[in-house]
């Protein structure tokens, strides 16, 4: 198992063991010409949201990998984005989340990481 793959893995892990609900790891590498991984959670408020953010960065930051552009944050309207180049981050309200339906978009990535309950780990 590659390196970066299994950082994905730790980081979906460390995300659900804080409430991040329904986490969900796509590695897109093959279909994506912006990233490899894509992480989503879904959080149950802003102020949760933040949280979850806080806990990533403090896991990941200890492993020495750091977001490459922290402008992206937008967490007031139920929604962060963060890349860390390997790995998109997408931290998102119940209501972001249904909306924009990201695994949706990716379908054709490969499931390495689903605590969605009722889920088939090989298909969204």
């Not at 959670?41 to 933040?50: C, D, G, I, K, Q």
């Not at 990533?56 to 492993?63: I, V």
């Not at 379908?107 to 969204?124: C, F, H, L």
Request: proline residues 2%; negative net charge; aromatic residues 8%.
């Amino acid at each position: 198992m590659s390196e970066n793959r299994q950082q994905v893995i730790d980081a979906s892990e460390v995300l659900s063991h804080h409430d991040g609900e329904d986490t969900v790891a796509i590695h897109v590498g093959e279909v994506c010409s912006f990233t490899d991984f894509l992480l989503i959670t879904t959080a149950r408020s802003t102020a949760h949201l933040r949280g979850l953010h806080r806990r990533l960065d403090e896991h990941l930051a200890k492993r020495d990998i750091r977001p490459l552009n922290s402008h992206k944050r937008s967490d007031g309207n139920g929604w962060t984005l963060l890349d860390y180049g390997f790995m998109v981050v997408h931290l998102m309200t119940e209501e972001m989340r249904a909306f924009y339906e990201l695994e949706r978009l990716w379908y054709n990535g490969e499931i390495i990481y689903d605590d969605r309950p009722d889920q088939d780990s090989t298909s969204i």
